[in-house]
T-cell receptor
Framework: LAKTTQPISMDSYEGQEVNITCSHN???????ITWYQQFPSQGPRFIIQ???TKVTNEVASLFIPADRKSSTLSLPRVSLSDTAVYYC?????FGAGSYQLTFGKGTKLSVIP | NAGVTQTPKFQVLKTGQSMTLQCAQD?????MYWYRQDPGMGLRLIYY???????DKGEVPNGYNVSRLNKREFSLRLESAAPSQTSVYFC??????????????FGDGTRLSIL
C-alpha cells in the first residue's frame, strides 16, 4: 500500500486559497487519491477523489501531476469553518489490499481571522 | 437521511467490563468498517465487513469482536475492556463491495473511557 506524507499543520488567513500537498512516491497503477475532512468531535467527511490530472467539485479541487507521485488539495477562499484536519488516502478502489487503507495523522489546517 | 448512526455517543466503563458498540446505516451500503482514533492520531482500522455475512481483521483487532448482524448493522464488542481501549470509535460504510478507497460515510463516533 502506498505510504503518504503530509504536513502536520498549516495556518492560513480567511479568504486565502489553501493548498495541501500529499506525497505518495510508491503509488500503484490502480491507486486512487482520496481526501477527507474531519472537524473536532465528528467523523471524517469525504471531500474529493481523483486518479489523474484535475478534479473539481463544489468544495475543492484536486491536482494530480502526470507522474502521480504527489497530489494537491486546493481549498478556495477559506473561512473559519474550514478549520479541520485533512487526510490523504492512496490505494485501490477494488481488489487485493483495498480494505486495509490507513488514515495517517493528516494535516491540521487552522484558519485565522 | 440519518446516514450512519452510532450508539451510544459516550460511555464510561470499568476495567474488565464488557460492552457492545452499535452501528447502523440506512443507505443500503454493502461494506462497513470500525475504526478507533486516539488523541492526535489518525484512524486505525479494527475490523471490516466487505459484505453481509463476512468480517475480517484490520490493523488493530486484538481485544475486539464484531458481528455483521444484517446488511444495516455492524456491531463492535469489547469482551473485557482495558484502559488501552480508551478511544473514540468510528463506524463507516461504503456503497460497493469493494475496498475502503471508495468514499466512506462516517458516523459521529462513540467516545469510550475505560477506568
Amino acid at each position: 500500500l502506498a505510504k503518504t506524507t503530509q504536513p502536520i499543520s498549516m495556518d492560513s488567513y480567511e479568504g486565502q486559497e489553501v493548498n495541501i500537498t500529499c506525497s505518495h512516491n510508491n503509488i500503484a497503477t490502480n491507486d486512487y487519491i482520496t481526501w477527507y475532512q474531519q472537524f473536532p468531535s465528528q467523523g471524517p467527511r469525504f471531500i474529493i477523489q481523483g486518479y489523474k490530472t484535475k478534479v473539481t467539485n463544489e468544495v475543492a479541487s484536486l491536482f494530480i501531476p502526470a507522474d502521480r507521485k504527489s497530489s494537491t488539495l486546493s481549498l478556495p477562499r477559506v473561512s473559519l469553518s474550514d478549520t479541520a484536519v485533512y487526510y490523504c488516502l492512496v490505494g485501490p478502489r477494488f481488489g487485493a489490499g483495498s480494505y486495509q487503507l490507513t488514515f495517517g495523522k493528516g494535516t491540521k489546517l487552522s484558519v485565522i481571522p | 437521511n440519518a446516514g450512519v448512526t452510532q450508539t451510544p455517543k459516550f460511555q464510561v466503563l470499568k476495567t474488565g467490563q464488557s460492552m457492545t458498540l452499535q452501528c447502523a446505516q440506512d443507505m443500503n451500503h454493502n461494506s462497513m468498517y470500525w475504526y478507533r482514533q486516539d488523541p492526535g492520531m489518525g484512524l486505525r482500522l479494527i475490523y471490516y465487513s466487505a459484505s453481509e455475512g463476512t468480517t475480517d481483521k484490520g490493523e488493530v483487532p486484538n481485544g475486539y469482536n464484531v458481528s455483521r448482524l444484517n446488511k444495516r448493522e455492524f456491531s463492535l464488542r469489547l469482551e473485557s475492556a482495558a484502559p488501552s481501549q480508551t478511544s473514540v470509535y468510528f463506524c463507516a460504510s461504503i456503497l460497493g463491495t469493494g475496498g475502503s478507497n471508495q468514499p466512506q460515510h462516517f458516523g459521529d463516533g462513540t467516545r469510550l473511557s475505560i477506568l
